[in-house]
C-alpha cells in the first residue's frame, strides 16, 4: 500500500520559516520525481516544487529563493524549506510521488498557515 505522509505544517509568523517533510511507502522511492503543491481556499492548485529522481529541482517563481526542495532516498523522504514566509503562502501543502505513465500518488495534505 503507498503512502505519502506530510508533517511539519503549522501556524508561523511573517517572516519565519518551516520545514515540511513528506515520508513515502510502498514505493520505490528513488525512482520516482517528488513534488510540492499546494492549495489555498479558493485559489487553484500551485505547484510548488519539485525534484527529479535524478535530483534536478525546479521551484515556482513565487517561492523561488526563499523555498528548497530536497530529498533524501535512504529515509524515502522529501522535504521542502521554507523561509521568509509570507501571509500568500498560506495553503495547504501537498506531496506528490509521480513515475509518469500515470502513476502519481497523493499525500493528504498538512497545513500551513501564516499570520502575526
Known amino acids: 500500500q503507498v503512502q505519502l505522509v506530510e508533517s511539519g505544517g503549522g501556524l508561523v509568523q511573517p517572516g519565519g520559516s518551516l520545514r515540511l517533510s513528506c515520508a513515502a511507502s510502498?514505493?520505490?522511492?528513488?525512482?520516482?520525481?517528488m513534488g510540492w503543491y499546494r492549495q489555498a481556499p479558493g485559489k487553484q492548485s500551485e505547484l510548488v516544487a519539485v525534484?527529479?529522481?535524478?535530483?534536478?529541482?525546479n521551484v515556482a517563481d513565487s517561492v523561488k529563493g526563499r523555498f528548497t526542495i530536497s530529498r533524501d532516498n535512504v529515509k524515502k523522504t522529501v522535504y521542502l524549506q521554507m523561509n521568509s514566509l509570507k501571509p500568500e503562502d498560506a495553503a495547504v501543502y501537498y506531496c506528490?510521488?509521480?513515475?509518469?505513465?500515470?502513476?502519481?500518488?497523493w499525500g493528504q495534505g498538512t497545513q500551513v498557515t501564516v499570520s502575526s
Open positions: 506528490n510521488a509521480d513515475r509518469g505513465r500515470d502513476i502519481n500518488y
Open positions: 525534484i527529479t529522481a535524478s535530483g534536478s529541482t
Open positions: 510502498g514505493i520505490t522511492f528513488f525512482i520516482y520525481d
